[in-house]
């Protein structure tokens, strides 16, 4: 019995592999049905016996979280793109883009797209910096309330000065081999 419910889980973790292939626009709804149907499979058909196979419902949280933390990446990395090409175009234009469009340039293949909903990232000036907003479903913003789905330029240059102050202390600092004894 054991045998089976863990070869049963493996084929149920490969179907949501499977279900996650593609743009996320596409592949969440794919997922979320996956994973419902692993909820199901693991409830006994009764609801008074033990479950088919109750180490499938240990998966379905983990997988939703995972899935979320996935598109949350995804959709990071693709704003901090487009903040860089915000901060080329500041050191060539000597001012902000206004808009995505003027961001193009940049982006042989085209524009990042949100991929939470497959269309472009909201880009605003903020106190005259950029900021990029992703727009993630309803289900998923549940599963990434701690989240704000944003990047700015105004939090990207404070870590980085955050970053320079810590690399002047330490460079400043003598090595602990370094030191008297």
């Known amino acids: 019995m054991a045998e089976d419910w863990a070869r049963q889980v493996g084929e149920e973790l490969s179907a949501v592999a499977k279900a996650g292939e593609g743009p996320l626009t596409e592949a969440e709804p794919r997922v979320r049905a996956q994973v419902a149907r ?15 196979n109750p180490s499938l419902a240990l998966w379905v949280p983990l997988l939703l979280n995972c899935y979320a933390r996935f598109a949350r990446s995804n959709a990071t990395l693709e704003m901090s793109r487009l903040i860089c090409a915000a901060a080329l175009f500041e050191a060539e234009n000597g001012q902000y883009a206004t808009s995505l469009d003027a961001l193009a340039r940049y982006f042989p293949a085209g524009l990042p797209k949100d991929p939470f909903s497959g269309k472009d990232f909201l880009y605003t000036l903020e106190e005259g910096l950029p900021c990029v907003t992703a727009q993630p479903s309803a289900s998923l913003r549940e599963e990434l309330k701690s989240w704000d789905c944003r990047i700015s330029m105004a939090e990207a240059l404070k870590t980085q000065a955050a970053l320079l102050e810590r690399y002047r202390k330490e460079s400043q600092s003598p090595a602990s081999g370094d030191q008297p004894r």
């Open 38 to 52: 692993m909820e199901r499979l693991a409830k006994s058909p009764d609801g008074k016996s033990t479950p088919a």
